[in-house]
């Protein structure tokens, strides 16, 4: 693995981290969170059940009334915290990185960049396609609606199938990362994008 991409995934995951972290503090706010015990209290109704489970009755209970209907209210009372997830996800790797000279925390820390293929900075919607891609934006988006409009059946169906295509795009966005010479993503192609090294000047 080269220098570059090393330094790609360690950005990632200082990324990663302080989204997390973000994320957790304003889910804790009750008026940007307003489910908040009603999801613990489904939570804790969950752990009920789990605690119960065993080989002899995991298929029994995972067809029970009562467990969907805990699955779906867990679904039900996290929207709060799926849509404060895709605001800073939006705000912080759309909106901070483009005002940031293209870089997030991750990137400015290990010096590298998002430019154009022909190594111009890149453009508010490139940045944003590359990001909407990449962190499965359009999918959660889908998932939410999803709770809104089916059963429980009709949304674990939805969100199995969401939840698919989702993970086919992100785990062949990062092999692409590892094993191509250019290291660029399905994301940074559809994109037409690519991340370098500050020191090299706009990869020229």
Do not use: C
Not at 13 to 30: A, C, G
Not at 43 to 52: A, G, H, K
Request: a negative charge; aromatic letters at 14%.
């Amino acid at each position: 693995m080269n220098n570059i991409k090393f330094r790609r995934i360690s950005a990632y995951l200082i990324d990663y981290l302080f989204i997390f972290l973000i994320i957790t503090m304003l889910s804790q706010i009750r008026v940007l969170n307003p489910t908040y015990d009603e999801y613990y209290e489904a939570y804790d109704r969950y752990m009920e059940i789990y605690d119960d489970l065993s080989v002899d009755n995991a298929l029994e209970i995972a067809e029970s009334v009562e467990y969907q209907e805990v699955n779906y209210d867990l679904s039900r009372y996290s929207v709060s915290i799926s849509i404060i997830s895709l605001v800073v996800y939006l705000a912080y790797f759309v909106g901070f990185q483009k005002w940031n000279k293209n870089q997030t925390l991750g990137k400015k820390m290990f010096n590298i960049e998002v430019v154009s293929n022909d190594g111009k900075s890149a453009s508010w919607l490139q940045i944003l396609l590359r990001e909407v891609i990449i962190y499965n934006i359009v999918w959660e988006i889908l998932a939410i609606i999803s709770i809104f409009v089916f059963n429980y059946e009709g949304y674990m169906i939805a969100s199995s199938v969401l939840s698919l295509i989702a993970g086919i795009i992100l785990w062949v966005s990062v092999l692409f990362i590892i094993f191509r010479k250019d290291g660029r993503g399905l994301h940074d192609i559809i994109a037409k994008t690519k991340v370098v090294g500050k020191e090299q000047d706009n990869g020229n």
